[in-house]
């Protein structure tokens, strides 16, 4: 079956980190461009981080620079996103996406949530 599934959500105080994985299944995801998206409630979906097929290409978005780490394992089909510092406002669902060639996958979403 091919999917992706993230993992590694959680509550989370501020200040606190965690580290979110998304893993592949049925397919390599080495091919695929990767992207990080989540969405608050009531807002619209933010794209927050991405990472090219090789690793060698990188964006952030300007809320999350600095604070926010993307990497990949191709021989483990396994993205994540490394969170430190998190503030309230990063609460949301997120979201991984593949995407090559007009091939694209999403996952479930995972929901993280920073509160005191």
């Known amino acids: 079956q091919t999917q992706l599934v993230e993992s590694g959500g959680g509550l989370v105080q501020p200040g606190g980190s965690l580290r979110l994985s998304c893993a592949a299944s049925g397919f390599s995801l080495g091919y695929y461009d990767i992207s990080w998206l989540r969405q608050a409630p009531g807002k619209e979906r933010e794209r927050v981080s991405c990472?090219?097929?090789?690793?060698?290409?990188?964006f952030y978005a300007d809320s999350v620079k600095g604070r926010f780490t993307i990497s990949r394992d191709n021989a483990k089909n396994t993205v994540y996103l490394q969170m430190n510092s998190l503030k309230p406002e990063d609460t949301a669902v997120y979201y991984c996406?593949?995407?090559?060639?007009?091939?694209?996958?999403w996952g479930q979403g995972t929901q993280v949530t920073v509160s005191s």
């Open positions: 996406n593949a995407n090559w060639r007009g091939y694209d996958y």
């Open positions: 990472i090219s097929s090789s690793g060698g290409s990188t």
